[in-house]
């Protein structure tokens, strides 16, 4: 079966400093991980993604990091800002299906300045 | 580029109705998918849809169901209408075949009284 888990639930940090986000999943056939972040009143907005052959990827303040064996992957934001306030989501592919992301359920990132 | 553009943004609408949502997908792309949001439940997929044909289905009843045009426009349906069909309705488009690498739009919020 297709099975998600994202912890934590809810992350504070302060202003500057570091947070990760870790999404568990349980389909071994799942080939593609992207991270969403959704603020309030707005549709989930893709910030990183990456792909089974790849185990690390980073966007400036921003990197994912993949392991396929554990079946887990994970979201990290180095210098946080209040902006990166919002809901965090993983959401792997469905393996084998099309167009289907199942999604966690998601993780409150609250960055006090 | 504009992004994906969903129509109503919000609609009140009463048990045993139907409604009939609208997505037109980012210039370019041909998969769209939508997911029903809900505190309880989460982010779920619906179905997709590539090329007009239905490609992939989520779990929910036949009272859900949509199409997509020529124009890679669309629409999705919900047949008599119950309270917990009340969530954010939200489309996403892709231009990858597997319709993975997905672009959420604003949602619609669809309240069922």
């Known amino acids: 079966g297709e099975n998600v888990e994202q912890h934590p639930s809810t992350l504070s940090v302060q202003e500057g400093d570091s947070a990760v986000i870790k999404c568990t999943y349980s389909d071994s056939a799942s080939n593609y991980f992207p991270w969403y972040k959704q603020e309030l009143g707005k549709g989930p907005q893709l910030i990183i993604d990456?792909?089974?052959?790849?185990g690390e990827k980073k966007d400036q303040r921003i990197a994912v990091t993949l392991n396929k064996t554990a079946k887990h992957f994970s979201l990290h934001i180095t210098e946080t800002q209040p902006e990166d306030s919002a809901v965090y989501f993983c959401a792997p592919d469905g393996s084998g299906n099309t167009g289907k992301l199942i999604f966690g359920q998601g993780t409150t990132l609250q960055v006090k300045p | 580029k504009a992004g994906v553009t969903q129509t109503p943004r919000y609609l009140i609408k009463t048990r045993g109705q139907q409604v009939t949502l609208s997505c037109s997908p980012i210039?370019?792309?041909?998969?769209v998918s939508w997911y029903q949001q809900t505190p309880g439940q989460g982010l779920q997929f619906l179905f997709e849809y590539f090329s007009e044909t239905q490609r992939n289905k989520g779990n929910f009843p036949g009272r859900f169901s949509g199409r997509q045009f020529s124009n890679s426009r669309s629409e999705m349906n919900v047949s008599t209408l119950e309270l917990g069909d009340s969530a954010l309705y939200l489309c996403?488009?892709?231009?990858?075949?597997?319709?993975?690498?997905?672009?959420f739009g604003p949602g619609t919020r669809l309240t069922v009284t």
């Open positions: 210039s370019g792309h041909r998969s």
């Open positions: 996403a488009s892709s231009f990858r075949d597997r319709g993975l690498e997905q672009y």
């Open positions: 990456i792909r089974s052959n790849v």
